[in-house]
């Protein structure tokens, strides 16, 4: 029987490497990495080539029109993962994937619930990819993940897990909002079992693992980890507060992409933290399919379990590159003081 055949733009990013174990774990699927010529030659993109994986140079911000469509040639189901920075590059994807045939375009989402209209920036980028796709008539599914979780945790006072922390997360409120959390591992696996399901055509799923509250994750750090954590709360004021000027900032230097991030963050901060958009309740009023009503007998990966290799060591370390870029930033900024 003929494998499907599966293009991925943005396989060698954080959510994009999930994605592609988990299509290679499934072995249903062929996989074609969509990779921008400039990048064909990085170590990853090699590494994927000479696992057999086929490559085709695909530049969503230069290329022409045709050229887009020339890259979906025989592709049937068309995922993006793109970065932060590159939602509506996706607009002429999705205009090329009606074009050249495509049968399922499942753009990048993999973010938590949140409505669109003003809460979050980048859920109000999606919403205008996705509009652009029902306006095509082009067979889409839409895919939410929920918050990672390798980003939920914070510190330790001995740094013991500094490797793999990013920030110091604050806990938002009184820290009991409930959030739906997934392991970065498990998106792939549930992608995987998202596309091939007609159930799921023209439709919004969220995949996720477990519900906890963030005081419910600072607790089970402290047991796991056996180290008293410091409890950093920030109110809703505080945080609109922040927003206000980070918006002000990112406005003022749009080219600057740290500026935005800082917006970014305190927009998750507001939406799962105080809101509490990031729930499966919220998630079934606003539309959405969720992986526990669709696949009852999928096994996640625990936060217990994950929270245990975070502080034995063993947990991998994500946003390499953002870190550095981050560090840079401050060290400039310490410099101009």
Not at 72 to 82: D, K
Not at 172 to 188: H, I, N, Y
Request: with cysteine; proline share 5%; glycine share 8%.
């Amino acid at each position: 029987m003929a494998r499907t055949k599966v293009g991925l733009v943005g396989a060698s990013g954080e959510t994009g490497a999930s994605i592609l174990n988990g299509l290679l774990e499934d072995g249903s699927f062929e996989i074609i990495a969509l990779v921008r010529p400039s990048s064909m030659s990085r170590p990853s993109n090699v590494a994927l080539k000479d696992s057999g994986i086929e490559l085709r140079a695909l530049d969503l911000d230069n290329d022409s029109q045709d050229k887009i469509v020339a890259a979906l040639e025989g592709i049937e189901i068309l995922l993006s993962a793109v970065g932060a920075p590159g939602q509506l590059s996706q607009l002429p994807l999705a205009t090329a994937a009606k074009t050249a045939g495509v049968k399922r375009f499942v753009p990048c989402g993999y973010v938590t619930v949140i409505p669109p209209g003003g809460v979050h920036i980048l859920r109000d980028q999606k919403e205008e990819v996705y509009n652009l796709t029902r306006r095509l008539n082009l067979p889409y599914t839409f895919i939410d993940c929920g918050w990672w979780y390798q980003i939920s945790f914070p510190k330790l006072p001995s740094g013991k897990i500094d490797y793999a922390v990013m920030v110091d997360n604050p806990i938002c409120g009184k820290g009991d909002v409930p959030s739906a959390l997934t392991d970065l591992r498990d998106v792939g696996r549930y992608v995987a079992k998202v596309i091939r399901d007609e159930r799921t055509l023209n439709k919004m799923v969220l995949v996720y693992d477990e519900v906890w509250t963030q005081k419910e994750v600072w607790d089970l750090l402290e047991k796991v980890a056996g180290e008293k954590v410091e409890r950093k709360y920030v109110s809703q004021e505080e945080l609109e507060g922040r927003l206000g000027e980070y918006k002000k900032a990112a406005e003022a230097d749009p080219t600057d992409f740290m500026k935005m991030l800082h917006v970014v963050e305190t927009q998750y901060l507001l939406s799962w933290g105080v809101r509490g958009d990031n729930t499966p309740e919220y998630a079934k009023y606003l539309g959405y399919i969720t992986s526990k009503e669709l696949y009852p007998d999928f096994k996640p990966l625990k936060l217990e379990d994950f929270a245990r290799e975070l502080v034995a060591g063993e947990a991998k370390e994500i946003y390499v590159e953002m870190k550095a870029m981050m560090k840079a930033a401050f060290e400039k900024q310490q410099q101009q003081q």
